[in-house]
């Protein structure tokens, strides 16, 4: 009888756990979005670490003195449904989707760096060199801009010399190439014909 106890009846109130766990979520959500972007587009070592201490830390502040297994999913159900609320809101009012996505960053234009903008971010240029070696650029010469968006990603658009040739491209110079070559046949059968008329 205990066990069952223990499982299903909760150790504090519903509306506490509901609010305890809406109030952790959007003090996590403000804090993260002032630690910066840094923290989802690379995860160095120390930064897996605090995060997950950082689930660890907050988990009485979300349960309270409750260890029942209705009581955790009840959390769950909160914390989700909390999620799925800020980001509609995120994406219905433009103010509140600015705040907790902030805006894009450019790290690099035209070929150099803006140190002041890695600096504030905490980026380490070889983390963007990577970025750019994998958009098949060669090193930040290459690049007209990288921006790091409001998600992490890192965005980088390369010089268009520097860009890789598309399906497209390769489609669009294989037709130009052969109505270069129709043209050459033409030309060449129109001067076989003039110089078998010639007396």
């Not at 930064?47 to 349960?63: F, K, R, W």
């Amino acid at each position: 009888m205990d066990m069952w106890n223990d499982l299903l009846v909760t150790g504090v109130p519903l509306l506490d756990k509901a609010i305890r766990t809406v109030c952790v979520y959007l003090a996590l959500a403000v804090l993260l979005r002032l630690a910066g972007k840094r923290e989802l587009a690379q995860l160095t070592g120390f930064d897996l670490v605090v995060m997950l201490l950082l689930s660890n830390v907050v988990q009485n502040a979300v349960i309270g003195p409750d260890n029942s297994l209705w009581g955790g999913l009840f959390g769950a159900v909160v914390l989700l449904a909390a999620n799925a609320v800020t980001v509609r809101l995120a994406e219905a009012v433009p103010l509140v989707g600015w705040w907790f996505k902030g805006k894009p960053t450019v790290l690099a234009a035209d070929g150099a760096y803006i140190a002041s903008a890695l600096r504030r971010l905490g980026l380490r240029r070889s983390d963007v060199d990577q970025a750019i070696l994998q958009q098949g650029g060669s090193s930040v010469a290459d690049t007209q801009s990288v921006t790091l968006e409001p998600g992490g990603a890192l965005l980088v658009r390369l010089r268009p010399e520097e860009e890789n040739v598309s399906v497209g491209d390769l489609a669009e110079m294989r037709e130009r190439l052969d109505r270069i070559e129709r043209l050459l046949l033409e030309q060449a059968s129109r001067r076989e014909n003039t110089k078998g008329q010639a007396p």
